[in-house]
């Protein structure tokens, strides 16, 4: 239940902050930086339904397939995520007037809009939920391609940002186009940093000691080695940890007061999945 509140709580988080770089930053300068409401603007201009009711179309239409191929946990969140994203996107533009950026400098409302944005997404993201849209093909070119969410994000939205800047101007097209690929690269970036984790091998005479610290204190699991030293010929038992990143100082510091004499080999691990991490069933 806690694990539910947390994820929904962040998610709910992401979607804000997304609205928040849309409105202050995109929006007013009509930067359709790919995504639904991107595709919504090109179709609303050969097809006159409210740019509103295509976005409802098109993202059921991808949450149908999302039940079918992503999963129904997935469905719900995304369901709820961009219900959530809506609102806040309404709540800012009508209700809470936030201050718009409307200086006529299209790089730094394209700059900082994107980091809002990829901030968000990202956030999102990691919590096995999307904001809608593109974010879906990107979610379903993930799980059955192996291609990063980042990566997926900037192929989908680089042709929508394409046709927007002929369908409408050419300029403001290049911008969208520039802005898609700083948040595909950002939400990757960012992405990486919330599920990097750090694989750390311990050899030393005080590992029992080290041991209890890592479960007891960090909470994480550990993995005793049989090994013999190659120039000793002493057998000694080498422990095997996986720690977020944010754990590894206290790690660190904990084995060099117990045994300064301790040989530590820290490596960076792209994704920790199972008990701890992140659950196998949610990737």
């Known amino acids: ?10 998610s709910t988080l992401g979607a804000m902050v997304t609205a928040l770089g849309l409105v202050i930053f995109l929006i007013p300068n009509n930067i359709a930086a790919g995504g639904i409401s991107g595709l919504s603007m ?23 397939i999302a039940a079918f191929t992503v999963g129904y946990e997935f469905s719900v969140r995304t369901i709820y995520c961009t219900f959530v994203f809506n609102f806040f996107v ?3 533009d009508r209700y809470i007037r936030v201050p718009k950026y409307r200086e006529g400098d299209l790089f730094i409302a394209v700059f900082f809009g994107t980091i809002f944005t990829a901030f968000g997404l990202a956030t999102t993201f990691s919590q096995n939920s999307s904001t809608g849209g593109t974010d879906i093909v990107a979610r379903i070119l993930n799980r059955y391609f192996g291609i990063s969410m980042g990566i997926g994000l900037l192929v989908v939205d680089v042709l929508i940002a394409v046709i927007a800047g002929v369908v409408f101007n050419a300029r403001t097209g290049m911008y969208a186009i520039l ?4 948040n595909g690269i950002m939400v990757d970036f960012i992405l990486r940093g919330f599920e990097q984790s750090s694989e750390v091998i311990i050899i030393s005479d005080k590992s029992d000691e080290i041991k209890d610290f890592v479960l007891y204190t960090l909470k994480r699991g550990a993995t005793y080695i049989p090994g013999i030293g190659a120039y000793t010929g002493k057998e000694r038992r080498i422990l095997l940890v996986v720690v977020r990143r944010r754990e590894l ?24 999945l199972g008990e701890g991490f992140k659950e196998l069933e949610k990737v």
């Open 179 to 182: 802005g898609v690929m700083v």
């Open 1 to 10: 239940m806690v694990n539910k509140v947390r994820e929904y709580s962040l």
């Open 42 to 64: 090109i179709l609303h201009r050969y097809v006159p339904l409210p740019v509103g009711i295509w976005m409802y179309i098109l993202n059921t239409a991808l949450f149908l």
């Open 90 to 92: 309404d709540l800012f």
């Open 249 to 272: 100082n206290n790690l660190i510091g904990f084995v060099k007061k117990a045994d300064p004499k301790a040989f530590v080999i820290v490596k960076e691990v792209r994704q920790a």
